[in-house]
T-cell receptor, first 112, second 109 residues
Framework: DGGITQSPKYLFRKEGQNVTLSCEQNLNHDAMYWYRQDPGQGLRLIYYSQIVNDFQKGDIAEGYSVSREKKESFPLTVTSAQKNPTAFYLC???????????FGSGTRLTVV | AQRVTQPEKLLSVFKGAPVELKCNYSYSGSPELFWYVQYSRQRLQLLLRHISRESIKGFTADLNKGETSFHLKKPFAQEEDSAMYYCALGSGGYNKLIFGAGTRLAVHP
């Protein structure tokens, strides 16, 4: 069953901790993306990657880091430098130059 | 600056009424525009894209370059259309999308 899987669904982070959100796809898509969704603000791009071992900053990359060691995987680390990390995080993938994203079900991160 | 504006946070209509969800964009190049929809407890999914000029679930959207708009329309709303709708602009050679803030459509019986 092809798709994009995000885990965990819910994540709690203490102040000063780094946490990593997982995103895996078996669609053979080249491009992968991380968005942050906040109420009233829509989706804002954090990082994106078009090919393995390459990624670019989006509009709100500060306090986040990513890696793309495999085509299928694009994990996002929320570092302690991110001042307001509580949000809903969405991962997406697409065939190059299509604009038709496939989204994951999201991870809700809460700082406690 | 590239930007997508959805001026309405909430659009509330009765079943059978026409629906128009507004989307305006700002982009200096040739835009690629999309509508995405998120039904309750479901993933965000592509509804339609302007290059396809298709009608999905009775919805259509026409790109108006003069008015820089890509409004989503449906002549007769159904209760199952209730969802969050996002307009998105394809930006740059990598096709990263810029999303609007979204409009919640509520269709009442």
């Amino acid at each position: 069953d092809g798709g994009i899987t995000q885990s965990p669904k819910y994540l709690f982070r203490k102040e000063g901790q780094n946490v990593t959100l997982s995103c895996e796809q078996n669609l053979n898509h080249d491009a992968m993306y991380w968005y942050r969704q906040d109420p009233g603000q829509g989706l804002r791009l954090i990082y994106y990657s078009q090919i393995v071992n390459d990624f670019q900053k989006g509009d709100i990359a500060e306090g986040y880091s990513v890696s793309r060691e495999k085509k299928e995987s694009f994990p996002l680390t929320v570092t302690s430098a991110q001042k307001n990390p509580t949000a809903f995080y969405l991962c997406a993938s697409s065939i190059q130059a299509s604009g038709g994203y496939t989204f994951g079900s999201g991870t809700r991160l809460t700082v406690v | 600056a590239q930007r997508v504006t959805q001026p309405e946070k909430l659009l509330s209509v009765f079943k059978g009424a026409p629906v128009e969800l507004k989307c305006n964009y700002s982009y200096s190049g040739s835009p690629e525009l999309f509508w995405y929809v998120q039904y309750s407890r479901q993933r965000l999914q592509l509804l339609l894209r302007h290059i396809s000029r298709e009608s999905i679930k009775g919805f259509t959207a026409d790109l108006n370059k003069g008015e820089t708009s890509f409004h989503l329309k449906k002549p007769f709303a159904q209760e199952e259309d209730s969802a969050m709708y996002y307009c998105a602009l394809g930006s740059g050679g990598y096709n990263k999308l810029i999303f609007g803030a979204g409009t919640r459509l509520a269709v009442h019986p």
